[in-house]
């Protein structure tokens, strides 16, 4: 999904949220004011809860974009995404579609409808409940948002197995409806300054690991990450996985999985250092680095006046027994065996001792 598009849909969760903090300004669109060609459209289906025909408890959104103008193309997309009540396990589906399947207007009116290859099918209108908001930076607009409701026939099938099959949402009779913050979006390629200063970086400390894996015969890309905080008993893992579908052409599906697992060792020499991570069901690997680490200052905290120090370790990561892991309830479970650019750090309170005073 292009870098515009990306922006505009975490613009338009955060949106849904309540927790929208915008650098940029914001005023309902004047009636007389001249605009710019827009370069993409896309529409918001905001997140409901849904039962499945599995009879599985998830929440259910989706977003469809297509270019405009000098970049449009032939092609729009539409993404799904399924999740668990309290998204520690999400399966996003992204899908080629025609782009003369998404028909929106200036005047806050808006309608996908197409199939979604051996997925299922959409036929959606977007009803505006709110004027239009212009989205500023530096002066230039960048946006063009209406918020309103988004219903129709919404069936999409997960096509899982196995015996936590999520099985499918939605229904192909009866009318579906997303919730009421549901939004359509024209989007400018702005290149005013949006300002808005360096973000407040949150001053969290402990130790943290990363593996991925590429499989080149599959095309399936995978990849591990676990955090513990400083203090904590347990340590968080996520795993998220990339699968290429056979189709449609194009198509493809991102599962994330986010647990608990037991805390990860790390053992520093002179020479190098060592982290043993662990997964679920006990799975572990263990990281072996060469180098002796590198320190660096960085920091974190309102004004970004607290001063912490990071060091880093590369090397190659060793499965144990049971090769690092992360269970999910379809698809399978998220597992790297091997990888010879694995990276873990330790991060902590104050400078280097080096940059001490």
Known sequence: MPRGRRTTRLLLSLLATGGMALAGTVATMPAHAAAPSPDYVSLYGGSVNVVSSAHTKLTVDMYASKSLGAEASKTGNVSVDVSKRDHSETHSWYIPIPASAIQASMKG????????????????????????????????????????????????????????????????????????????????????????GTPTIPCTYGTTWNVSAYNKATHISTSLYGFLKQGASHAAITGSRNTQLARPQGASRTDIVTTSAPKPKLTTTSGGATLLAKGPNKTSGKITSSNPGYPALNTCGRGDKTKYTQTSWSGSLVSGKHPLSVPADIFGAITVKSDKYAYFSRSKPGAPPSQAQ
């Open 109 to 196: 009116k808006g309608s996908v409808k197409t199939k979604l290859g051996p997925y299922g099918k959409v036929a959606l209108k977007f009803k505006k409940s709110k004027s239009a908001k212009v989205y500023n930076c530096g002066g230039a607009i960048s946006s063009r948002t209406w918020q309103g409701t988004i219903s129709g026939t919404f069936f999409f099938n997960t096509k899982s197995s196995g015996r936590h099959k999520w099985g499918a949402v939605g229904s192909k009779s009866k009318t579906f409806h997303f919730s009421t913050k549901s939004y359509l979006t024209f989007g400018y390629a702005s290149t005013g300054d949006c300002g808005g």
